[in-house]
């Protein structure tokens, strides 16, 4: 098949998908696909943290619906939440010099991700029906290592999204770097010390064992003590009888 007559077969697919694209990242659709592609990211990004720890931890266990499911939960909160942020950046903050630039980004770590990363542990605490002080323990504990991931990730990332891309495409293209960085998110949520409490637990049930079987040593031997003690009592006792039969 010559190159002439591939271009001619696939023109009309290009041309569906280029129509397709122009309905869906049009403004009266816009919300609803960025929603969309942050929901999907958000349950691909789960799946694949999911298949990653039964492969590298060789647990014999199934798919957790219920917990993909929350991370839907956060896709469908947190997707409005980026396709509004980007465009009001875009208004307040209109240009690409390389001053706006400089402060897009800024606002854009300073502002939206304590909030966006806020948002997700809270409401995950919440789906999860976790008291107050759990969550406020999250934040603690999960909030600054997902803060720290954003000012590696983001900041480069953002470069070419605000200086290249249209503001239809921003949520686009911060959903396919989430692609991995919410696989991220899903492992320090759901995985994040849970090796060192398993580590934890059994060296204390190690512990407890060696020390249970120590015990039982002692008991042994001061058993076997007491009855070695004995046995020679008797066999003394009846040495001095022979003797004194003997006498007689």
């Known amino acids: 098949m010559s190159l002439g007559t591939l271009r001619v077969a696939v023109h009309p697919l290009l041309k569906s998908l280029a129509t397709t694209s122009k309905k869906l990242f ?8 960025n ?27 199934g798919w957790d619906k219920l917990r993909t499911l929350r991370m839907a939960g956060t896709g469908l909160l947190i997707g409005p939440l980026v396709h ?14 390389f001053g706006t630039l400089c402060k897009k ?7 939206c991700s304590p909030f966006y990363v806020s948002l ?49 495409y921003r949520v686009l293209y911060d959903n396919s770097i989430s692609m991995v960085f919410d696989t991220f998110w899903s492992y320090v949520w759901y995985e994040m010390g849970c ?14 064992h060696d020390l249970k079987q120590t015990e039982n040593m002692c008991n042994f031997s001061t058993a076997d003590h007491l009855t ?12 001095k009888n022979n003797k004194s039969h003997e006498t007689c």
């Open 35 to 61: 929603t969309s592609l942050t929901v999907s990211l958000s349950i691909t990004g789960d799946i694949l943290q999911q298949w990653y720890q039964a492969k590298t931890k060789r647990k014999d266990v």
């Open 26 to 33: 049009s403004p009266k659709l816009l919300l609803y696909t």
């Open 120 to 168: 997700f542990i809270l409401s995950l605490g919440v789906m999860e029906k976790k008291n107050w002080a759990d969550i406020k323990k999250d934040f603690a504990d999960k909030g600054s290592v997902l803060y720290v991931a954003e000012w590696v990730v983001w900041p480069p990332a953002q470069v070419f999204n605000f200086y290249f891309l249209p503001t239809r």
């Open 195 to 208: 090796d060192t409490d398993g580590e934890t637990d059994t060296i204390g049930h190690l512990e407890y």
């Open 105 to 111: 980004i800024a606002l854009d770590q300073l502002v």
């Open 228 to 239: 070695q003690e004995t046995k020679y009592s008797k066999e003394l006792s009846s040495v």
């Open 84 to 97: 509004f942020w980007y465009i009001f950046l875009d208004r307040w903050l209109p240009g690409r010099t």
